[in-house]
């Protein structure tokens, strides 16, 4: 009977969920920082390029404005706050299209990633045996080889086919796929195992009995139900796909310097690391390290929050 | 008359929740005499278990137990140490829970788990426990003794598992034994044997039982006395040829006539309550069951009918039935 | 077929395989499994209530997968009447968990509107919501419900739900797998007089499958009683209780306690169900049967017709009309 008494509150519905997400922020001020900061972030990296020159373009640079340093140091000037690349160009503006940059890629290749795994984990979850089997082993092979080196791998390929000469939507793309597919066993797993309790319940049945086809349950009962833990993983990979896009153009093998991402940023600052110019690095890592953390933080709320073992606990 | 061997007066368990304190049992008295079995009966939610589970100590977070006396056999338990109760605990008390599985530990042989209890309570040990042990297993009618005493819980179907909860409560000598839905687990040909073993064994050792139900049927056959729950509440005590044949409750008759029975004569229509019991928190002032009673008054709706005795029965109603309405 | 049947099971068996390791698949050995249902023969008629009784593991669930299209039978046949266009009847289904039934994603009007937009019974968003109030009505709750979503409902009022679904569906067959079951005593009284309501008003035809002999008493007009995947006896429910033809029902019947407080004798069936994997051989009753002899052990006992429209798998015609007949076997203190 203590099961009874025990069991987690009816959970809220529609008209209340507003309520539930106020408290709920109000119970975690630091996940709700970080969703400020996110915000922030965004705001930032999307207004910025509407209201100034791209420094990436000709018009955008002045070579006499090289490697000035931050405003505060001695020779900074107010004009350029966080100071300037070799190629004169503004910092903190450069760093916006950066970012810009950044989380389109981020963003592109979760929804890749999310769709591959996640179309893959819902026919192994529903149709089961050897397809499922199938897919599951693939997902073990892949697991055998670290995401990133994955990532080169696909890219590498990719330039093979492509040749060498490419746009930078082009290189996008690349980067976006290569990102997606190595990311795609988790939200496959994850779905999975979702789908595989889902299908067997009994308004499963009822629609089936009804005379519903497999796809319309899939994508009418199932997938609705299946959402949630897959969003928060989304959430957190976020993170890794940014930090994993950072580190290929870090390697010089994703976004060319034309298009810079934060991970270029960072690339061409390193450069001049030795030579004293730190802030033209720093900066773009600073705020690469700031967004990710961010992500998890809120990532990692968001698992707490929708994991129903943890539900009632509060 | 006689002293009672459970005596347990006003007995209050409060759950803690974000939006507030709510009340899952509101001032519970009932008494067990030396010998009986008390029935405790009521739907889910009434607290039946909770009452069973306060007794022994054993609420789980956020419930709590905020007032009220448990006095067995003139000493009160209710202001026992954690470490004094834990040695009342399936010494003086013994408990047989719903699922046999979860009070059985599933990587300790049967036999070892018998021997422990033993040990713990009755300050023996070796051989001597080990044969008690073996008694034990052959009272509750499990053939081969000593094949038994080797084998892990899950080697056993669910009616032998829930024969040897039973003797894990009964083998330190119980004073009082709590039965929480002994046999609600079971299939019905298993459950007849379940409660034949139990009422053999209480007829042998004169213990004491609280018999935790929802099922009316096994209350009819099992129980001396009944207790009658709704929504955290005693709604009635009466023997129990009484409760079924002359209830004072409107509850009370209202779940007897609900309950479908295979020999009914003629209508077989059940008669229904309206409605379903309050949930934790929601009881309607007055009467908990005021919203659903046909006998309903003003003074239902104002104030809470306290627990009064009349003849044989107490009950906690402004309106009781007559004693000839059956 | 005869004119009036509605479903026919025509030595219906369902057998779950064991899951092979891949050397056995290799070496191609047979499996083996458990038989769920075994050789059920059954006919419902039209507008008739068919209950299944039986303890766990006797297939009554599985049955009702079976017929309900959600499993297909390993052999035998499952046939119902055509109409006159050569459409098989629609078919809906109440289940036992009230919780797991509905998908707690949806409100109580798409869940509601599902069968009628999949069926087209209605055409138009204002006339499926005037459906919808309506069978909300029919079964006890508000129109104002269906804005809501199943979390906010009791176990009680989301079997009522159910029922609304079912409904929607205009169903010629409906099918009930425990459907009172996780239910409070009061609450199933008021799903079970609903049912019976709707049984008469709207001349469902109907299979009831319960573990609760007086249940399908109240709700069914014949009764089918099922041990280790097989139906042993059947029979209209009046004739059944008052003359069971097989061992098993005549002990089922008594076994469950009553409310009787004069008489508080208990009746256990000796031994305990057999694993349903390996059921006994011959009779698959005999290891607890009180009449049973060396043919029961041996020899499958021949289906047997009896002048009251019953059936019955006994190898004796007994008399089990009084339950003083049946030896006590409450002293068999084996498990």
Known sequence: MTTVVNAPSAPAARRSRFANLRRAMLKAPGATLCAVIILAMFLYAFITPLVSQNPFEFAGMSVLDSFIPPMWMTDGVPDFPLGTDDQGRNLLTAMAYGMRTSIIVGFLSVIIGLLLGGSLGLVAGFVGGRVDAFIMRLADVQLAYPALLLAMIIDGAARAALGAERSVATAITIVVLSIGIAFWVQYARTIRSSVMIERDQDYVSAARITGRGNLSIIVLHILPNVMAPVLVIATINLGIAIITEATLSFLGIGIPVTSPSLGTLIRNGNNFLQSGEWWISVWPCLVLVLFVVSVNILGDHLRDVYNPRLKGRS | ?326 | MSAGDFLTLDHVSKVYRRNQGFLERLKKTDAGGTRAVSDVSLTVRHGETVGLVGESGCGKSTLARLVSGLMAPTSGEISFRKDAAGKAPRLQMIFQDPYSSLNGRWTIEDIIAEPIKVHRLRQGKAAIRARVDELLVQVGLSPADAEKYPQEFSGGQRQRICIARALAGEPEFLILDEPTSALDVSVQAQILNLLRDLQKNLHLTSLFITHNLSVVRIMADRIGVMYLGELVEEAPSEELFRRPRHPYTRLLIDAAPDMDTSDRSLHPIAGELPNPAFPPSGCRFHTRCPFAKDICRNTVPPQKTTEADGLYRCHFDLDLSNASIVPPSANVKTA
Not at chain 2, 22 to 28: G, I, S
Not at chain 2, 239 to 259: Q, S
Not at chain 2, 269 to 286: C, E, F, N, V, W
Not at chain 2, 287 to 311: I, M, Q, Y
């Open chain 2, 1 to 326: 008359m006689t002293t009672p061997l459970l005596d347990v007066r006003d007995l209050t368990v409060t759950i803690n929740r974000d939006a507030g304190v709510v009340t899952a049992l509101d001032k519970v008295s009932f008494f067990v005499n030396p010998g009986e079995v008390l029935g405790i009966v009521g739907e889910s939610g009434a607290g039946k278990s909770i009452t069973g589970a306060a007794i022994i100590d054993l609420l789980v977070a956020p419930l709590k137990r905020t007032g009220g006396t448990i006095t067995l056999a003139g000493e009160r338990l209710d202001t026992l140490s954690p470490k004094a109760m834990r040695a009342v605990r399936g010494g003086r008390i013994g408990f047989i829970f719903q699922d046999p599985m979860t009070s059985l530990n599933p990587v300790i042989t049967i036999g070892r788990q018998l021997c422990d209890t033993i040990e713990a309570h009755l300050k023996t040990g070796g051989d001597k426990a080990k044969k008690m042990a073996l008694e034990w297993i052959e009272r509750v009618g499990l053939p081969n003794p000593d094949v038994q005493f080797k084998r892990y819980p899950h080697q056993l179907s669910g009616g032998m598992r829930q024969r040897i909860v039973i003797a894990l409560a009964l083998c330190a000598n119980p004073a009082l034994v709590i039965a929480d839905e002994p046999t609600t687990a079971l299939d019905v040909s298993v459950q007849a044997h379940i409660l034949q073993l139990m009422r053999d064994l209480h007829r042998e050792s004169k213990t004491s039982m609280m018999l935790i139900t929802h099922d009316l049927g096994v209350i009819a056959k099992m129980a001396d006395r009944v207790a009658v729950l709704y929504a955290g509440r005693v709604a009635e005590i009466s023997p129990v040829g009484e409760l079924f044949n002359a209830p004072r409750h409107p509850y009370t008759r209202g779940l007897i006539r609900a309950t479908p029975m295979p020999f009914a004569n003629g209508e077989v229509r059940l008669d229904q309550i309206p409605g379903a019991m309050p949930g934790l928190g929601k009881t309607p002032p007055g009467c908990a069951f005021n919203p659903r009673c046909f006998k309903v008054e003003g003074d239902c709706r104002a104030a809470v009918p306290p627990l009064t005795s009349r003849e044989s029965s107490a009950f906690s109603c402004f309106h009781p039935l007559e004693k000839e309405i059956a």
